[in-house]
Each structure stands twice: as structure tokens, then as C-alpha cells.
């Protein structure tokens, strides 16, 4: 199983979007700092994920929530 997740720090208005096939590995790399892309926006909360048969439709699912009518599906309709 594959996941899609979102990361979210309210407070500095940021979310992340990534993919792991490895949900929980994948947070604790996040929480320790380890991933510079969201070093910086500590700490992180998990908001949303969604599983997926395959690293390709996970990533391809990342891929649409990054551009802009992604972002709006997913605040609009996952994040709330």
C-alpha cells in the first residue's frame, strides 16, 4: 500500500504534499527534522492521507494535489 499524505503547520500557513510506502517511517522523518523541505515549517501536524495500490497512482495523485485545482480540491474538500 501506498500512501499520499498531507502535512500542515497552521500557524506559518503551510502545507506539504508527499508520498511513502511507509506512512508511519515517513512522519517520524518529518517530525526529527530530517527532511529539509519541512525543517523549517516544524511542527507538523498529519491532516490527510490516502492509500493506493501503486507507487504510480501515488504519485501521480501527489503530482495533481501540488498544482493549483489540486490545492483547492484538497482544501476545499479533505482538509477542512
Known amino acids: 500500500m501506498w500512501y499520499v ?10 502545507i506539504y504534499i508527499g508520498h511513502s510506502n511507509d506512512l508511519k517511517r515517513r512522519l ?12 523549517a515549517y516544524l511542527p507538523l501536524i498529519l491532516s490527510a492521507y ?7 497512482k501515488a504519485k501521480r495523485l501527489e503530482k495533481y494535489f501540488k498544482t493549483g485545482s489540486g490545492k483547492t480540491i484538497l482544501k476545499k474538500r479533505i482538509l477542512q
Open 5 to 14: 499524505y498531507a502535512l500542515e503547520n497552521p500557524k506559518k500557513n503551510f
Open 28 to 39: 517520524k522523518e518529518h517530525s526529527d527534522g530530517n527532511t529539509q523541505s519541512t525543517k
Open 50 to 56: 490516502v492509500a493506493v495500490t501503486s507507487e504510480q
